[in-house]
């Protein structure tokens, strides 16, 4: 897909905007994603040092990951093509700013194919994470995201895989019976298979290094790192030196 074209889909950023005004909400519609966002953090911090690291959130969404990278040293530069969305996030980082001095996320409204051509090599670590499941063109992401790197740098995605374990579970569970998300919130046919994630690195000059589950347990409202990768999992890759 040709980036200029817009790699997005006005209905699925629409959907999330949609959102925006309860994202900060830990009991509200992204009640999931506030319990996942400790375990996403943690893997990160294994693998890669955050402080006073250049790191870009693409996909932020609310905020929510920027902001915990933020408090963990790192110098954050987050991007997201939803308007709603990026002014809660910048409201709510005014309010972090004044609260802890010294700490603030950079929020910009463009697509990362645009970022990678005006700052290629800019940073140390790259996380995208729950977005190239909503995206028509994951491949261009995954290039965008490895031209931003460092050599040496890391992305950091997480996804869905694409089992019937995730159908019945983030799908039908989350969205249809627990309501733990809105219904419309995935597309099956729109998950990513590990093997095919793995490709897709590749193809962008990546090493992939790890490939872990996320396991979410509604009934204790946490989520914690897990061999099993047929939902929800998280994958780590390098660029060479």
Same mark, same amino acid.
């Given at each position: 897909?040709?980036?200029e074209?817009?790699?997005?889909?006005?209905?699925?950023?629409?959907?999330?905007?949609?959102?925006?005004?309860?994202?900060?909400? =830990?009991?509200?519609?992204?009640?999931? *994603?506030?319990?996942?966002?400790?375990?996403?953090?943690?893997? @990160?911090?294994?693998?890669?040092?955050?402080?006073?690291? +250049?790191?870009?959130?693409?996909?932020?969404?609310?905020?929510l990951?920027s902001?915990a990278?933020?408090?963990?040293g790192?110098?954050?530069?987050?991007i997201?093509?939803?308007?709603?969305?990026?002014? @809660?996030? +910048? *409201?709510?980082?005014?309010?972090?700013?004044?609260?802890?001095?010294?700490?603030?996320?950079?929020?910009?409204?463009?697509?990362?194919?645009?970022?990678?051509?005006?700052? =290629?090599?800019?940073?140390?670590?790259?996380?995208?994470m729950?977005?190239?499941?909503?995206?028509?063109?994951?491949?261009?992401? @995954?290039?965008?995201c490895?031209?931003?790197?460092k =050599?040496?740098?890391?992305?950091?995605?997480?996804?869905?895989?694409?089992?019937?374990?995730?159908?019945? *579970?983030?799908?039908?569970?989350a969205?249809?019976?627990?309501?733990?998300?809105p219904?419309?919130?995935?597309?099956?046919?729109?998950?990513?298979?590990?093997?095919?994630?793995?490709?897709?690195?590749?193809?962008a000059?990546?090493?992939?290094?790890?490939?872990?589950?996320?396991?979410?347990?509604p009934?204790?409202?946490?989520? +914690?790192?897990?061999r099993?990768?047929?939902v929800?999992?998280?994958?780590?890759?390098?660029? =060479?030196?």
């Amino acid at each position: 897909m040709n980036a200029e074209a817009g790699n997005y889909s006005q209905a699925e950023l629409d959907k999330f905007d949609d959102l925006a005004q309860r994202w900060w909400d =830990p009991d509200g519609p992204q009640k999931a *994603l506030h319990a996942l966002n400790p375990a996403r953090l943690g893997y @990160v911090a294994e693998r890669t040092t955050l402080r006073d690291a +250049r790191v870009l959130d693409v996909g932020c969404g609310g905020g929510l990951l920027s902001e915990a990278l933020a408090k963990s040293g790192a110098q954050v530069t987050a991007i997201d093509l939803a308007p709603n969305l990026l002014k @809660v996030a +910048r *409201l709510h980082g005014l309010e972090l700013s004044q609260q802890q001095p010294g700490i603030k996320v950079e929020y910009r409204q463009m697509p990362v194919e645009a970022l990678a051509g005006e700052a =290629p090599a800019s940073f140390d670590a790259v996380t995208c994470m729950e977005m190239l499941e909503h995206v028509p063109d994951p491949a261009s992401i @995954v290039r965008a995201c490895a031209t931003l790197l460092k =050599p040496g740098g890391r992305l950091f995605l997480s996804t869905l895989n694409r089992t019937p374990a995730a159908f019945a *579970l983030a799908i039908v569970g989350a969205e249809y019976v627990a309501r733990l998300l809105p219904k419309g919130t995935h597309q099956y046919r729109d998950f990513i298979k590990p093997s095919e994630l793995a490709r897709l690195l590749r193809d962008a000059g990546l090493e992939l290094e790890d490939v872990s589950g996320l396991m979410y347990q509604p009934w204790r409202n946490r989520a +914690r790192i897990v061999r099993r990768t047929d939902v929800n999992y998280l994958a780590c890759a390098r660029k =060479p030196e």
